[in-house]
């Protein structure tokens, strides 16, 4: 093989050995389960925002930005459910750059796994501990998941990992919300496979175990755009896309269908403020047409500190070093606006 075996990481046991869930936080993440999955179900007609910075670069903005986040949740906890994004490893479109928290504890540091796995632990154990927010994070690597899964209350299967199958039979073994996204090309029968596979139990492999998964009934559709063969961005959000989507759900004949709208990506272009028009629209469209509202369980929104991104040795403290977000202002003003109009 041509690669080197640098040093072996401990096991995720290991790990949540070290670092464990006390009692308190355990319940408290029992009790955003339990408000989550009840939007999924049904159960609530509260809207659900995954909100929060592009990648978790900074353990001390990451905190800030949470701490804020969690005294507006409380000011529209009667309409809105949030699940702040704490993404801490990205994927990278040519497999160069920042890959997040995991690989670079500090990004303008050498990748360290080890300090990595230990750094995304304890970032998502403050922020149960003391904001109270059980996060979201992206299922990038199916291997890593254990390191966090009894922190985790969402995870997100991205574009370029939904068409693969450990994906799939892993979050078929989940027992939280899974939501994955259409694939870069925008097919939606692709997307749709993948929620039928996420649904269903499976015998497979999965670390070193022939293991078999009971389904998760909670795995949805996020649509986040998507890339023509130009490479034009191109969005999916409009109400004949939900519409379309509605229908093949009909089709499918899946459990709880449901789908999270992704405003920033190719929905977007990468223009973060469109997130403000993006949201609206989808918010319209659901008061149009009610059905539509059965199935628009929420919103994903890329948010920060500050506007916009910069570079990995940028220095602004709280602004994006992967994809640009809105900062601040704008989430809270964009936050309340949601809420009056639910």
Known sequence: MNMEFTRKLPIPKEIKERYPVTPEMAAQKQKNDEAIQAIFR???????????????????????????????????????????????????????????MLHQPNPNERPDLLKGVVAIRKLHMRALAE????????????????????????????????????????????????????????????????????????????????????????AHAILRGYV???????????YEDLLYLYEEYQKAGLQNPGVVV???????????????????????????????????????IESYLEDGCQPVDGGVYGKSITDPCIGWEKTEALVREIAETL
């Not at 905190?63 to 994927?91: C, F, G, H, S, W």
């Not at 990992?161 to 090309?185: C, F, W, Y």
């Not at 996420?198 to 009934?217: C, I």
């Open 42 to 100: 049904g159960e609530s007609n509260k809207l659900l925002l995954v909100i929060g910075p592009c990648s978790a670069d900074n353990e001390a903005a990451v905190l800030d930005y949470m701490d804020r986040l969690r005294r507006l949740q409380d000011e529209v906890a009667d309409k809105i459910v949030m699940v702040p994004r704490l993404y801490t490893n990205k994927p990278r479109t040519t497999g160069e750059g920042y890959k997040g």
């Open 131 to 218: 904001t109270g927010f059980s996060c979201a994070d992206e299922m990038l690597y199916p291997d890593n998941h254990r390191y966090l899964s009894d922190l985790l209350s969402y995870v997100a299967v991205g574009a370029r990992s939904v068409e693969n199958q450990q994906h799939r039979l892993t979050a078929s073994g989940l027992d939280i919300p899974v939501g994955m996204k259409n694939p870069t090309s925008g097919n939606i029968p692709v997307l749709m496979n993948s929620l039928v596979a996420a649904q269903h139990s499976h015998t497979f492999l999965y670390r070193g175990w022939e293991v078999t998964s009971k389904g998760n009934p909670l």
């Open 228 to 238: 023509n063969k130009h490479g034009q961005s191109l969005p999916n959000y409009h």
């Open 262 to 300: 992704d405003a920033n990506h190719a929905n977007s272009g990468k223009h973060p403020f469109e997130q403000i028009r993006i949201t609206k629209e989808v918010l319209h469209s659901c008061r149009y047409n009610p059905t539509l509202r059965g199935i628009v369980k929420g919103v994903m």
